[in-house]
């Protein structure tokens, strides 16, 4: 919310946009829409589709200056389809936020070493699995939206800080050097600056170390 707060932003497509919590921050002047399968149309957006995001999104959802993803695309599971739609909505030079639950900070890793299962990504073999459930069914992390961002046509994603950016346990700080070591490597033999940024961001606390990822990157226009 504080990051957009500082955006100036004159449409705005919510996706999914649960009850409504994002026109509470952006201006009163911009214009909102919404899609959801799950809820109905929230006050304040303008125009508001149910729809199943597996298909992507409504071909004539077009035009926006920012298209924000919160909580929604580790329940997807045909996410490069779902993002080049995004693509497809944003205006030149548009912007997509994303936030997602990070499976890359060293407990999750650890109890995927376990279990085989990521924390919030369960097996979900019973009665959970049908249509209609809140599944988390996609894991993420920088690495995967990085190529999926690229994929999709957007410039590489940035990571915005917060709270949950930081290592809950300081021996998950211990658990992470290794990583933090490898990464330097790769950073003094990068190749080009794009390598670079890469690494460098990949090397980052939020993402080694944070339970949660907000990104946020841009439409390439060629």
């Known amino acids: 919310m504080k990051f957009l707060e500082e955006k ?43 729809y199943d995001l597996e298909n992507g999104i409504p071909e004539d959802a077009t035009g926006y200056d920012l298209v924000c993803c919160c909580e929604g695309i580790e329940h997807v599971g045909n996410p490069l389809n779902l993002l080049r739609s995004f ?5 030149d030079d548009g912007m997509l936020v994303v936030t997602t639950p990070n499976v890359w900070y060293p407990q999750a890793r650890f109890q995927y070493l376990i279990r085989g299962f990521f924390p919030s990504f369960p097996s979900l073999v019973d009665t959970q699995i049908k249509f209609g ?12 939206l990085y190529l999926y961002f690229k994929l999709a046509g957007f410039s590489p994603p940035v990571l915005i800080e917060e709270p949950l950016s930081k290592p809950k346990h300081f021996h998950e700080r211990l658990l992470g050097f290794p990583s933090k070591l490898y990464i330097q490597r790769k950073i003094r033999k990068s190749k080009s600056d794009e390598e670079k940024t890469f690494w460098t961001t990949a090397g980052s606390e939020g993402s080694r170390l944070g339970r949660h990822l907000m990104v946020f990157a841009h439409k390439v226009v060629l």
């Open 8 to 50: 100036k932003i004159s449409s705005c497509l919510d996706v999914p946009s649960g009850d409504g919590w994002l026109r509470k921050v952006l201006a009163q002047e911009a214009s909102i829409d919404g899609i959801d399968l799950f809820e109905e149309r929230p006050d304040g957006y303008s125009k508001f589709w149910s």
């Open 87 to 91: 693509n497809k909505a944003l205006s």
């Open 133 to 144: 459930s809140h599944m988390h069914i996609t894991p993420w992390c920088y690495p995967q």
